[in-house]
Every structure is written in C-alpha cells, then in structure tokens.
C-alpha cells in the first residue's frame, strides 16, 4: 500500500485525490489518509504530490513508519470522507511545505 506521511500536514494540496482509481483517499481538517485496504498499489498519486508526501509502505523512512498505523486508524475516522476532487491547498501551505515534526498538529 502507498501511506500519507507527515509533509502532507497542514499543507493538504489534493492533487493526489484526482488520480486515485480507487478514491481511497480520506480527508481530515488539515491532512489526508489513504485506506490500505482499498489501495491496489497503483502509485499514480506518488508524483502528483508537490512535497512527496506519499511513499509505498516498503520504502517509507523509519521516522515516518508510525503514519502506517495513522492512514489505517484515520481512515476509519467516523468523521473523515471520502475525498476525490481537488480543493485549493490549505492557509500557509509554502511555511508549512517546509516544517518538519508536524506530527503533534495533526488534527483529528
Ligand atoms: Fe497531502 Fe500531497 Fe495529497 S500534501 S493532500 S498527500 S498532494
């Protein structure tokens, strides 16, 4: 499966969305999840992210090997949707793009 990790948060471009074959993916307020249950390993979505947010579970760096438990727990938030059209980027996306250790911002 390909896994959202931290560079996503509070940046949310949403140009992954549009190409999903499955629409996986699942919005929160300021980050997205990909349902590992519904990813057919595709990885068109990988290169539509502006800042790599998105990498294949056997690639993904060791500090962001806790965001495979995030995208299964937060895509069965009650709460988070089904996400498959593209939406303006969020407030502050280029600070953001750039900060790291983003995770204690995360909203649920
Ligand atoms: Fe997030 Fe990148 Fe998609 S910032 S919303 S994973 S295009």
Redesign the pocket.
């Known amino acids: 499966t390909y896994v ?1 990790t931290e ?2 948060i509070r ?7 549009t190409v999903c074959p499955m629409d996986c993916f699942m919005e929160g307020p300021n980050f ?1 999840v990909i349902n590992p249950d519904e990813c057919i390993d595709c990885s068109i979505c990988v290169a ?4 790599g ?2 990498v294949s579970d056997h690639e993904i760096a060791e500090d962001q090997h806790h965001f495979l438990d995030i995208n299964r727990r937060l895509s069965q938030h009650p709460a988070w949707k089904r996400i498959s059209r593209a939406k303006p980027p969020l407030p502050d996306h280029e600070h953001w793009a750039t900060v790291t250790d983003k995770l204690s911002l995360l909203e649920t």
């Open positions: 959202v560079a996503c940046c949310k471009y949403t140009d992954c969305v997205l539509e992210c502006p800042v947010a998105i």
